[in-house]
């Protein structure tokens, strides 16, 4: 089944306390992208990889890392988590060609920093 | 100002009515627009992708796009409970070789409700 698979669903973590999100996807897609989503500003883009080592920041890139190491994977980094990260997060991908819209996303991962 | 804006709703509608949901945007640069459906705690789904002025229909769908007044609509027909949700719409430039990648901006969603 293709699918991008984000772990964990749900974290609850302490300010400072360095984590990783991690994103996987099994379709061989070259794009591949994280998305925060907060109440009333919808989703914004947080990083983007067009391939492997190719990355770009998005609208909303501070205090967040990523590495495109390998094709399927696309971990995001918070190095020092502070409470206004706290966030619904979504990892997405598409193949590179054509016009289209990312149509897979992940299942989400709910952060909470305190 | 944000690229892309949404009416931001809510938006109720009687079961069997049409939805329409409205999205502006101010980037000229941008090409492909999407709308995505989202259900309460779960992830966006793409519903519908327009690249040229006009119309384009998917069953009960209907996208509209008009670039030189820089607006994207949907219109949902028939309109059923299940309908209702978040609706996002979102904006892409394309590159010179026409194929569509980078920044995806999303407006601020629209929530509809779709009452029997």
């Known amino acids: 089944e293709a699918q991008v698979t984000q772990n964990p669903r749900y974290l609850i973590t302490v300010t400072g306390k360095k984590l990783t999100v991690t994103c996987s996807q099994n379709?061989?897609?070259?794009?591949m992208s994280w998305y925060r989503q907060d109440p009333g500003l919808g989703l914004r883009q947080i990083y983007y990889?067009?391939?492997?080592?190719?990355?770009d920041k998005g609208d909303v890139p501070e205090g967040y890392k990523v590495s495109r190491k390998e094709k399927r994977n696309f971990p995001l980094i918070l190095e020092s988590p502070s409470p206004n990260q706290t966030s619904l997060y979504f990892c997405?991908?598409?193949?590179?060609?054509?016009?289209?819209?990312?149509?897979?996303f992940g299942q989400g991962t709910r952060l909470t920093v305190v | 100002q944000k690229e892309v804006e949404q009416n931001s709703g809510p938006l109720s509608v009687p079961e069997g009515a049409i939805a329409s949901l409205n999205c502006t945007y101010s980037?000229?640069?941008?090409?492909?627009f999407f709308w995505y459906r989202q259900y309460s705690g779960k992830s966006p789904e793409l519903i519908m992708s327009?690249?040229?002025?006009g119309d384009k229909e998917d069953g009960r769908f209907t996208a509209q796009l008009n670039k030189a007044s820089q607006y994207v609509s949907l219109l949902i027909r028939d309109s059923q409970p299940s309908d209702s949700a978040t609706y996002l719409c979102?904006?892409?430039?394309?590159?010179?070789?026409?194929?569509?990648?980078?920044?995806?901006?999303f407006g601020q969603g629209t929530i509809l409700t779709v009452h029997p």
């Open positions: 997405a991908s598409k193949a590179f060609g054509g016009k289209g819209a990312e149509a897979f």
């Open positions: 980037d000229r640069g941008s090409q492909s």
């Open positions: 990889s067009m391939n492997v080592e190719v990355t």
């Open positions: 327009i690249y040229s002025n």
């Open positions: 379709m061989n897609h070259e794009y």
């Open positions: 979102a904006g892409r430039a394309i590159n010179a070789g026409g194929t569509s990648y980078g920044k995806l901006t």
